[in-house]
């Protein structure tokens, strides 16, 4: 995704073109782009050689996750939905990690039924309902057991996963106990240990505390497990100098601790993935005048993408067509629905907009179009993959006969 002659393009089609095709708002991502991070995610474990399952919550596109198939990955589910969506795609159950606080009996059962790799267990409650239905089953079901370090990830309060008040996994006592209880079971193989401190983590720091609590908890359990599950979590640029993760220093934490521990690596990446490979092309309604700012209210709302809303998060946002003409005044870029929280960017100065005019909201790949909704009974956009020169509809936008 690149400016060629002022104009800008998603691989080789320009934004413009793709716009007036499918109309907006429009999610678009790079086919090029996605290949690519796979590839860097690879190498930068290479040494390691983990099972790399993609977190399907991140974005569960049934075309993006094609090419994830193709690209010999595996899945990260949290719900009966994404395990379905993921064998749909042609995902192995062999690579099929289910994870999640709140499996109900029926997801539990389906995904035995499916003979998927992992199941990770996050209670004892929930081990004891796996140990059950697989009982009934008469089947041996491969289990993890999520272990809680209480790590602060040092990201956003809202997608820490590791501290003790968070509801995610089990403390160390609490985990030798289910270890100690289950690991004669006829009816659990235990072959995993899970861990996952959060999402959009950009300092390696925590992952190596991560990382020792493990360490020191393979000791005092005293059990083999032949996986370790370092989930997921590593976090992407937004803004252009923020912070970026150091992989070198965390890879290497992850080669000490193999070189004490004879195990092999599960990752669960999302963001890491797909985060940058997407942007929502949206269009200028109306251009409003006020004393000191201009709203610039735009097609696409909170219920498109609800990330500026929910976590405060930063998007940058582009002219598909650029110009020299700078306007220094408040912009402040909204969305139609109800609510003062619709609002996408606020900036000091920006080029010269009319209405009609197309933008494009970067880095939309990850938890964009999921977490859209039909609030305020807005349709859902529409989601194409362009691939080259070539154009794939994703995503069939919805009409107001199909949510009425």
Same mark, same amino acid.
């Given at each position: ?5 002022? #104009? ?12 007036? *095709?499918?109309?907006? !708002?429009?999610?678009?991502?790079s086919k090029g782009f996605l290949n690519k991070n796979i590839d860097i995610f690879k190498k930068n474990f290479k040494s390691i050689k983990p099972l790399i399952c993609f ?7 049934? &075309? ?23 064998? *749909? ?16 009996? &029926? ?18 409650? &929930? ?9 009934? $089953? ?66 390696? $720091? ?15 359990? #005293? ?45 669960? !990446? ?23 700012? $201009? ?12 990330? !500026? ?37 606020? %900036? ?21 179009? %999921? ?16 691939? #080259? ?16």
């Amino acid at each position: 995704m690149k400016y060629k002659s002022g #104009k800008f393009f998603i691989e080789n089609i320009s934004a413009a073109k793709i716009a007036k *095709k499918f109309g907006t !708002p429009l999610y678009c991502y790079s086919k090029g782009f996605l290949n690519k991070n796979i590839d860097i995610f690879k190498k930068n474990f290479k040494s390691i050689k983990p099972l790399i399952c993609f977190s399907i919550k991140a974005n569960n596109n049934l &075309e993006i996750l094609k090419i994830i198939k193709k690209n010999n990955l595996g899945a990260d589910v949290v719900s009966k939905g994404e395990l379905m969506t993921s064998l *749909k795609a042609g995902i192995s159950p062999n690579k099929i990690v289910f994870s999640g606080v709140g499996k109900t009996s &029926e997801e539990i059962s389906f995904a035995i039924d499916k003979n998927i790799f992992l199941i990770n267990a996050e209670s004892e409650n &929930e081990i004891k309902l796996i140990e059950n239905i697989s009982k009934n $089953k008469k089947k041996c079901t491969k289990v993890g057991i999520r272990f809680n370090p209480n790590v602060d990830a040092l990201t956003n309060t809202k997608i820490s996963t590791g501290r003790n008040v968070d509801k995610f996994g089990v403390d160390s006592k609490i985990l030798t106990k289910i270890v100690n209880q289950y690991k004669y079971s006829k009816y659990l193989d235990i072959k995993c240990l899970s861990v996952h401190i959060g999402s959009q983590i950009t300092n390696y $720091k925590p992952y190596t505390k991560m990382i020792n609590q493990v360490d020191r908890l393979l000791k005092k359990v #005293k059990f083999k497990f032949d996986y370790i599950d370092f989930g997921g979590g590593m976090g992407i640029q937004y803004k252009k100098n923020s912070q970026k993760l150091n992989y070198k220093k965390y890879n290497r934490s992850i080669n000490i601790f193999l070189k004490k521990n004879k195990v092999k690596i599960i990752f669960e !990446p999302g963001r890491s993935i797909i985060g940058n490979t997407g942007v929502l092309l949206t269009k200028v309604i109306y251009i409003k005048e006020s004393k000191n700012r $201009k709203f610039v209210i735009l097609d696409a709302a909170m219920n498109d993408l609800i990330r !500026p809303a929910l976590y405060n998060a930063y998007h940058n946002i582009i002219p598909i067509q650029k110009n020299k003409k700078i306007i220094k005044k408040i912009h402040n870029f909204v969305g139609p629905v109800c609510e003062t929280s619709d609002q996408f960017l606020t %900036v000091g100065s920006y080029n010269k907009l009319k209405e009609n005019d197309i933008l494009a909201i970067c880095d939309v790949g990850a938890y964009g179009s %999921v977490l859209s909704s039909n609030y305020n009974l807005r349709t859902r956009p529409s989601e194409v993959i362009v691939d #080259k020169s070539k154009i794939k509809l994703a995503k069939k936008r919805q009409s107001i006969l199909d949510i009425i």
